[in-house]
């Protein structure tokens, strides 16, 4: 009887065990979860916060392009009125307005990388979203297959615990029953 209560009790003690690593397990995959949602809303953040400002240096580009724009044509309207004034100084104001459409031309290469660069970014900041979304599935799917796993066994254990507690019942049952008969005799 004792060695079947020490079964018993050892049984309870490795199932009790088994039942604690499972939910260890599990608070570990919530927690890995928990993570990968973190990186994601930094991933997400991030990247609204590059398009906010390739925005902005595409509207500051946009704005040097027009201003460059609007002294391009004042310098050519120069240019006219001095062609017509002297041949010299409408040479000086040529050379202005070849500056200043160079100028032009490189603001515009420069806001064309910039936008580039930006769609770059912006495109590999949707990759790493999409592999964040499928790495925090994956962890999903393997939380909800550990807690179902860790409830299986627990339901076996359970099983387990049931039956070996209604043998010992029937067990004290028949022994109460012998030691009735033995001291009437």
């Known amino acids: ?3 079947l209560a020490i079964v018993l009790a050892l049984v309870l003690i490795a199932t009790l065990t088994g039942v ?3 939910f ?3 608070n570990q995959a919530n927690t890995e979860i928990e993570g990968l949602e973190a990186r994601l809303a930094d991933t997400q ?8 400002e390739a925005k902005a240096k595409t509207d500051e580009l946009t704005k040097q392009v027009d201003a460059l724009t609007t002294e391009l044509e004042e310098a050519k309207a120069e240019a006219l009125k001095a062609e017509e004034a002297s041949k010299a100084e409408a040479e000086g104001l040529t050379a202005q307005v070849a500056g200043l459409t160079a100028e032009l031309e490189t603001a515009k290469a420069e ?3 910039a936008e580039e660069a930006a769609v770059a970014q912006a495109g590999e900041l949707t990759a790493q979203v999409e592999n964040l979304t499928a790495a925090l599935d994956t962890a999903k799917a393997e939380a909800l297959k550990a807690e179902e796993t860790a409830q299986a066994q627990a339901d076996t254990l359970t ?3 049931e039956t070996l507690t209604a043998r010992v019942e029937t067990s004290k049952g028949r022994r ?10």
Request: aromatic share 0%.
């Open 159 to 161: 099983a387990q615990v």
């Open 20 to 22: 604690g690593v499972l």
């Open 111 to 113: 806001a064309l990388k």
């Open 24 to 26: 260890n397990q599990k």
């Open 1 to 3: 009887m004792k060695k």
């Open 176 to 185: 109460c029953k012998r030691n009735g008969r033995q001291s009437s005799r």
């Open 45 to 52: 953040t991030s990247m609204d916060t590059l398009g906010q």
